[in-house]
């Protein structure tokens, strides 16, 4: 005899948890923490502890084997836009190191600095701030590597632009998910 399900406010309540704990898993994406596994393995926890039920409550592993592929999407887009826009340009190793450690400082600093102005201005100065550590730690190892100025200016250029289209794909890939989670919880 199978196990008989939690009554309908328990779904209804960890689906509202569900959503705040995804939510807060994409602003994490802004830091450049891996936000959207987070709402993956949310959703794991959730269609393990909370099984689909006959009304519609709840989803299973088709669903969650749905979101990791958006995770893997999201992935491939953030990479593709950052790291190879520089690469194509022949950035060298060193600044594409130093790019994603400047990129995640200054996009922490972005949010403590940001934080005062509210969630838009928080959000737009950590892309701001992840953008321009992009372009600094390029700069500084195409510096370090002995590139003369308008070869780092391009290389440092194209890894900002490809930091900011890889985190908009990537945020809005998040986002997606984050609906899809919730429209999945309540409606589905």
Same mark, same amino acid.
């Not at 934080?115 to 372009?135: D, E, R, S």
């Not at 510096?143 to 200016?153: I, L, T």
């Given at each position: 005899?199978?196990?008989?399900?939690?009554?309908?406010?328990?779904?209804?309540?960890?689906?509202?948890? $569900? /959503?705040?704990?995804?939510? *807060?898993?994409?602003? =994490?994406? &802004?830091?450049?923490?891996? %936000?959207?596994? +987070? !709402?993956?393995?949310?959703?794991?926890?959730?269609?393990?502890?909370?099984?689909?039920?006959?009304?519609?409550?709840?989803?299973?592993?088709?669903?969650?084997?749905?979101?990791?592929?958006?995770?893997?999407?999201?992935?491939?887009?953030?990479?593709?836009?950052?790291?190879?826009?520089?690469?194509?340009?022949?950035?060298?190793?060193?600044?594409?190191?130093?790019?994603?450690?400047?990129?995640? $400082? /200054?996009?922490?600093?972005? *949010?403590?600095?940001? =934080?005062? &102005?509210?969630?838009?201005? %928080?959000?737009? +100065? !950590?892309?701001?701030?992840?953008?321009?550590?992009?372009?600094?730690?390029?700069?500084?190892?195409?510096?370090?590597?002995?590139?003369?100025?308008?070869?780092?200016?391009?290389?440092?250029?194209?890894?900002?632009?490809?930091?900011?289209?890889?985190?908009?794909?990537?945020?809005?890939?998040?986002?997606?998910?984050?609906?899809?989670?919730?429209?999945?919880?309540?409606?589905?």
């Amino acid at each position: 005899m199978p196990a008989t399900p939690p009554p309908d406010w328990v779904y209804y309540v960890c689906g509202i948890l $569900l /959503l705040i704990g995804n939510l *807060g898993a994409w602003i =994490a994406t &802004l830091f450049m923490m891996p %936000g959207n596994w +987070l !709402i993956v393995a949310f959703a794991a926890l959730s269609a393990y502890f909370l099984p689909e039920t006959e009304q519609g409550l709840g989803f299973g592993w088709t669903f969650v084997a749905i979101l990791g592929g958006l995770a893997l999407f999201g992935e491939f887009v953030e990479f593709f836009g950052s790291a190879s826009k520089a690469k194509l340009h022949g950035a060298s190793r060193r600044s594409l190191v130093l790019s994603i450690v400047l990129a995640m $400082l /200054l996009a922490t600093v972005g *949010g403590v600095v940001g =934080a005062p &102005l509210g969630l838009i201005g %928080g959000v737009v +100065l !950590i892309i701001v701030g992840g953008a321009a550590g992009a372009f600094i730690g390029t700069y500084i190892g195409e510096s370090w590597k002995g590139r003369p100025h308008q070869e780092r200016w391009a290389i440092s250029r194209a890894a900002l632009f490809g930091r900011l289209f890889g985190t908009a794909g990537k945020l809005i890939i998040g986002m997606v998910m984050v609906c899809l989670t919730a429209m999945a919880a309540f409606y589905f």
